[in-house]
């Protein structure tokens, strides 16, 4: 039996939203009753182009409907643009987590929702302009590639817990494993870490990451210009900086601190960050 | 577990904890009662005491089956057994052809039954051992053993029969059998989990597969699960006074439900030759909805229930014998088993159909399909 949060449970046994729009403004359908689990999503806009109502149908197991009914719950009251943002791990994170093995069932909510997105614009997720990999489950390269960039996804495994490919007859492993390994490499040459978890750092954490925030972002844009930074103390969300060499002098050092370190330690850490300086 | 088990285990535990393969007095009751105990178990085998071997579960007593006759044929290396077996075996089968073995799995048809020509093609006298289960453990379909052990033992091949499911539900008469070795579980006689049984006929060649001491006549070394050996001695002199039940009482009971479930749930499909299938066991699967949502719902109610659908296990595909079998996918993914016993009685029946149609329906009223389905139908 698995482990399914209290919310998991609740979401299954007592699903939102359930049913199809008629007339929806954009309706998207993914799986199929051969992969062992679908969902067809449909919503309606109101007059600021908010998601007004959204409805779902899904055929699955309990962390598929869970997951469905999540989504729907999620999206309404937003704008397109701002639905087009929710990821996979925000539905499993509205949901209190999900087992690793059901991880699919969330990316399947991501998917539905890209779909119906997409019917709105008069767009269409073509399948055919993407290979397949897995023919077991139809699952594309697009997808996969998706699924390891969005959930830093490092093993075959992995992959078909999140996407399903490779959970048939395998034949598609060494394929699978090869996108790892190219994606990977590319995360890696764009810098690209993976998306920052949104649960509260520690401490311990945050001191860490603005040490390597700094010592990434900053300190070499400082150095080219002969001036240096140092971090003397963090305490709750203010960051105490001295300011080095060139810097400590410079005219425009408070324009430094507040446009420049502050900015990135706000994208990279955590954004209630304020940077003070500490006068030598 | 039955209370009649418990209760003889017990002292086992306190009083007569002596090893049995010690020479002193407090051992030696003990060895008289393991003793009893496997006289117990071969008499409900129709077998004798000295061919019964007791080992840790079903799973031990299939590899110890399987890995002591190809030790003892080691210039033989090919090995036969169905698609549709237990994991014991089949993934001993996916095991051997990683180490060079040819493995030959013989199909099953829509009902799940055996095609008996395969398997005389498939023989060779390369051929080290056949593994065909007396019945499946997802749907109960009973193999024809005798007529599957006269094919095998025409051409001078041991034969092994995993009877795991089988055991206490159907009578197994080893005196008048082709089987050579055969598997049993504790757990599925009502004795508890962590004992099993293997039947080695005597004049078989068998290497041990668990190496150790003297034990089990050496046939498998470790000492003696002494409790649990009484337990299971006590749970098969239950199942030959319980058999006739099994065939009577609890196939009736079974029947109703299934006939039941069949007239008040429409798309619902029964798995399985009816014709040849254990009396306890029910395979249905519900097209166009999943089965560990029926599961959850039905264990919310106090119903146990297992699956053949993926979503139970972790895997991404319903079951291998279902898949096997070629059940249509729209319902393959909505498989459920139920498994009823002397224990089970028809007020509880009664319970399941009152609940079941209601969740079914729940289900596919969230289903994409099933209103496509309905449409499809001219239906509204």
Same mark, same amino acid.
Request: glycine share 8%.
């Given at each position: 039996?698995?482990?399914?949060?209290?919310?998991?449970?609740?979401?299954?046994? &007592?699903?939102?939203?359930?049913?199809?729009?008629? &007339?929806?403004?954009?309706?998207?359908?993914?799986?199929?009753?051969?992969?062992?689990?679908?969902?067809?999503?449909?919503?309606?806009?109101?007059?600021?182009?908010?998601?007004?109502?959204?409805?779902?149908?899904?055929?699955?197991?309990?962390?598929?409907?869970?997951?469905?009914?999540?989504?729907?719950?999620?999206?309404?009251?937003?704008?397109?643009?701002?639905?087009?943002?929710?990821?996979?791990?925000?539905?499993?994170?509205?949901?209190?987590?999900?087992?690793?093995?059901?991880?699919?069932?969330?990316?399947?909510?991501?998917?539905?929702?890209?779909?119906?997105?997409?019917?709105?614009?008069?767009?269409? *997720?073509?399948?055919?302009?993407?290979?397949?990999?897995?023919?077991?489950?139809?699952?594309?390269?697009?997808?996969?590639?998706?699924?390891?960039?969005?959930?830093?996804?490092?093993?075959?495994?992995?992959?078909?817990?999140?996407?399903?490919?490779?959970?048939?007859?395998?034949?598609?492993?060494?394929?699978?494993?090869?996108?790892?390994?190219?994606?990977?490499?590319?995360?890696?040459?764009?810098?690209?870490?993976?998306?920052?978890?949104?649960?509260?750092?520690? &401490?311990?954490?945050?001191?860490?990451?603005?040490?390597?925030?700094?010592?990434?972002?900053? *300190?070499?844009?400082?150095?080219?210009?002969?001036?240096?930074?140092?971090?003397?103390?963090?305490?709750?969300?203010?960051?105490?900086?001295?300011?080095?060499?060139?810097?400590?002098?410079?005219?425009?050092?408070?324009?430094?601190?507040?446009?420049?370190?502050?900015?990135?330690?706000?994208?990279? *850490?955590?954004?209630?960050?304020?940077?003070?300086? *500490?006068?030598? | 577990?039955?209370?009649?088990?418990?209760?003889?285990?017990?002292?086992?535990?306190?009083?007569?904890?002596?090893?049995?393969?010690? %020479?002193?007095?407090?051992? #030696?009751?003990?060895?008289?009662?393991?003793?009893?105990?496997?006289?117990?178990?071969?008499?409900?085998?129709?077998?004798?005491?000295?061919?019964?071997?007791?080992?840790?579960? #079903?799973?031990?007593?299939?590899?110890? +089956?399987?890995? #002591?006759?190809?030790?003892?044929?080691?210039?033989?290396?090919?090995?036969?057994? !169905?698609?549709?077996?237990?994991?014991?075996?089949?993934?001993?089968?996916?095991?051997?052809?990683?180490?060079?073995?040819?493995?030959?799995?013989?199909?099953?048809?829509?009902?799940?039954?055996?095609?008996?020509?395969?398997?005389?093609?498939?023989?060779?006298?390369?051929?080290?051992?056949?593994?065909?289960? @007396?019945?499946?453990?997802?749907?109960?379909?009973?193999?024809?053993?005798?007529?599957?052990?006269?094919?095998?033992?025409?051409?001078?091949?041991?034969?092994?029969?995993? +009877?795991?499911?089988?055991?206490?539900?159907?009578?197994?008469?080893?005196?008048?059998?082709?089987?050579?070795?055969?598997?049993?579980?504790?757990?599925?006689?009502?004795?508890?989990?962590?004992?099993?049984?293997?039947?080695?006929?005597?004049?078989?060649?068998?290497?041990?597969? %668990?190496?150790?001491?003297?034990?089990?006549?050496?046939?498998?070394?470790?000492?003696?699960?002494?409790?649990?050996?009484?337990?299971?001695?006590?749970?098969?002199?239950?199942?030959?006074?319980?058999?006739?039940?099994?065939?009577?009482?609890?196939?009736?009971?079974?029947? @109703?439900?299934?006939?039941?479930?069949?007239?008040?749930?429409?798309?619902?499909?029964?798995?399985?030759?009816?014709?040849?299938?254990?009396?306890?066991?029910?395979?249905?699967?519900?097209?166009?909805?999943?089965?560990?949502?029926?599961?959850?719902?039905?264990?919310?109610?106090?119903?146990?229930?297992?699956?053949?659908?993926?979503?139970?296990?972790?895997?991404?595909?319903?079951?291998?014998?279902?898949?096997?079998?070629?059940?249509?996918?729209?319902?393959?993914?909505?498989?459920?088993?139920?498994?009823? !016993?002397? @224990?089970?009685?028809?007020?509880?029946?009664? @319970?399941?159909?009152?609940?079941?149609?209601?969740? =079914?329906?729940?289900?596919?009223? =969230?289903?994409?399909?099933?209103?496509?389905?309905?449409?499809?139908?001219?239906?509204?």
């Amino acid at each position: 039996m698995w482990d399914y949060t209290e919310k998991v449970k609740d979401h299954f046994l &007592n699903p939102r939203n359930v049913g199809e729009i008629e &007339n929806p403004d954009g309706a998207g359908e993914v799986g199929s009753l051969a992969c062992g689990d679908a969902l067809r999503l449909s919503f309606k806009l109101d007059e600021q182009k908010k998601i007004k109502e959204a409805k779902f149908k899904t055929f699955g197991c309990a962390s598929a409907i869970a997951s469905s009914s999540a989504l729907t719950e999620i999206i309404k009251g937003m704008t397109l643009e701002e639905a087009e943002k929710v990821t996979n791990q925000d539905i499993a994170n509205y949901l209190g987590g999900l087992p690793e093995e059901k991880m699919h069932c969330s990316v399947m909510g991501r998917e539905a929702l890209e779909s119906a997105i997409a019917n709105y614009r008069g767009q269409k *997720v073509v399948k055919e302009d993407f290979e397949i990999v897995c023919k077991c489950f139809g699952v594309t390269d697009r997808e996969i590639i998706k699924a390891i960039r969005e959930n830093d996804l490092k093993t075959v495994e992995q992959v078909t817990y999140y996407t399903k490919a490779g959970g048939g007859c395998a034949q598609c492993h060494p394929k699978i494993e090869a996108i790892i390994e190219q994606v990977r490499k590319e995360m890696e040459k764009e810098g690209l870490r993976p998306k920052p978890e949104k649960r509260k750092l520690t &401490n311990i954490q945050k001191i860490k990451l603005i040490e390597e925030t700094l010592g990434r972002e900053i *300190v070499p844009a400082l150095k080219a210009d002969g001036g240096d930074i140092d971090l003397i103390d963090v305490d709750g969300s203010k960051v105490y900086v001295a300011l080095r060499g060139k810097c400590s002098f410079c005219p425009s050092s408070e324009f430094t601190l507040k446009q420049y370190v502050e900015s990135k330690l706000k994208e990279f *850490v955590s954004d209630d960050l304020v940077v003070e300086e *500490v006068k030598p | 577990m039955a209370p009649e088990v418990l209760e003889a285990m017990l002292p086992y535990f306190s009083e007569f904890y002596g090893n049995p393969s010690s %020479m002193h007095f407090f051992g #030696g009751q003990v060895q008289k009662k393991i003793n009893e105990a496997r006289e117990k178990v071969a008499d409900f085998l129709g077998a004798e005491p000295s061919e019964i071997v007791f080992t840790s579960c #079903g799973t031990e007593s299939d590899n110890a +089956a399987i890995f #002591g006759t190809l030790d003892s044929y080691p210039e033989k290396r090919h090995f036969i057994t !169905s698609r549709v077996e237990h994991p014991a075996v089949m993934n001993v089968s996916s095991y051997l052809n990683r180490k060079g073995y040819r493995t030959t799995e013989i199909a099953v048809d829509r009902e799940g039954r055996l095609d008996l020509d395969d398997l005389k093609e498939a023989i060779t006298d390369n051929t080290a051992i056949v593994s065909i289960m @007396y019945a499946n453990n997802e749907t109960g379909v009973i193999f024809p053993i005798e007529e599957i052990g006269q094919i095998v033992k025409s051409s001078g091949i041991p034969f092994h029969t995993d +009877a795991v499911q089988a055991a206490g539900k159907i009578p197994l008469n080893m005196k008048k059998s082709t089987v050579d070795t055969l598997s049993i579980s504790g757990h599925k006689l009502h004795a508890p989990k962590g004992i099993g049984i293997l039947y080695i006929r005597k004049g078989t060649k068998f290497s041990p597969f %668990m190496i150790g001491g003297h034990q089990e006549k050496g046939r498998r070394g470790g000492t003696e699960n002494v409790p649990y050996i009484i337990g299971i001695g006590k749970a098969c002199e239950l199942a030959k006074k319980h058999l006739e039940d099994e065939n009577t009482k609890v196939r009736a009971l079974r029947d @109703y439900l299934e006939s039941k479930i069949l007239e008040k749930i429409p798309n619902t499909l029964v798995n399985g030759d009816s014709k040849s299938r254990l009396p306890n066991t029910v395979s249905v699967s519900f097209e166009y909805v999943e089965g560990e949502s029926i599961l959850l719902l039905l264990s919310d109610l106090g119903i146990c229930a297992s699956s053949g659908s993926a979503c139970t296990s972790g895997s991404l595909e319903p079951s291998h014998v279902l898949r096997a079998m070629g059940v249509p996918f729209t319902a393959a993914h909505g498989s459920i088993r139920f498994s009823l !016993s002397i @224990y089970n009685t028809k007020e509880e029946m009664d @319970y399941i159909i009152e609940h079941l149609p209601p969740i =079914i329906q729940r289900l596919r009223d =969230i289903s994409p399909f099933w209103k496509d389905y309905l449409k499809s139908q001219g239906k509204k």
